[in-house]
């Protein structure tokens, strides 16, 4: 099972539409981040959250931590052919490692 | 923006040859970490590295891959005998903090090893 689950595995949308991308645990984070990666590239940090119930604005992008440190969800207002990426949540519960969610890749129509 | 580099960018191979993947972390960083993303799977954790020691490694992580901080600066990870299915993009990333709370990995672009 994975750590952290990621929904949904693919989104593909108009340019203009809203869209929500989720990340699931049963785990407890002390922070949570999320990533944007290009093909071919490394990760980019976009935010980490920390407190629960956090919410933090990034331009378009709104992101939420559950108030229980256990899911955060990234939402992305009047989404543009930029915003085109993998997404990925990233955590670790109570060890060394930051673990990965598998991604969702979203696709932003013209 | 400090970055985090990598090089070289592409690295072909063939099975049992060693590879070593070079990395320059930022240089007020104080954790260091290695990942690999086979094509078209997750980002997946190999190994940790602080006070010039590793902290944590993965089951991934086995006696073929070692990794070294030489100098000041660099950090690489050294495949010994390549197998094929070591083929992937291997990111290595740093961080000022302990497991990069608050402030995030910062992570390079990436080496593309292919084993043939």
């Known amino acids: 099972t994975q750590l952290l689950e990621q929904s949904p595995q693919f989104l593909s949308i108009q340019e203009g539409e809203n869209l929500t991308v989720y990340c699931n645990s049963s785990s407890v984070f002390s922070s949570l981040q999320w990533y944007r990666q290009e093909p071919g590239e490394g990760p980019v940090l976009l935010v980490t959250v920390v407190t629960g119930g956090e919410v933090k604005k990034l331009k378009r992008l709104t992101f939420q931590f559950g108030d229980a440190r256990k899911d955060s969800s990234l939402h992305i207002t009047a989404a543009q052919p930029g915003d085109t990426g993998l997404y990925l949540c990233?955590?670790?519960?109570?060890?060394?490692?930051?673990?990965f969610g598998a991604g969702t890749t979203v696709t932003v129509r013209a | 923006e400090p970055e985090v580099t990598q090089t070289p960018s592409h690295q072909v191979t063939q099975m049992g040859q060693e590879v070593i993947l070079r990395c320059v972390p930022i240089?007020?960083?104080?954790?260091f970490y290695w990942y690999r993303q086979i094509l078209g799977q997750k980002v997946e954790f190999l190994v940790s590295f602080y006070n010039n020691e590793i902290s944590e490694k993965s089951e991934i992580f086995d006696d073929q891959f070692s990794v070294e901080r030489p100098d000041g600066s660099n950090f690489t990870l050294k495949i010994r005998s390549t197998k094929l299915e070591d083929s992937a993009m291997y990111f290595c990333?740093?961080?000022?903090?302990?497991?990069?709370?608050?402030?995030?990995?910062?992570f390079g672009s990436g080496t593309r090893l292919t084993v043939v």
């Open positions: 990233a955590g670790a519960p109570n060890d060394y490692k930051l673990s």
């Open positions: 240089s007020n960083h104080l954790y």
């Open positions: 990333a740093s961080s000022e903090t302990y497991r990069g709370n608050n402030y995030g990995y910062t």
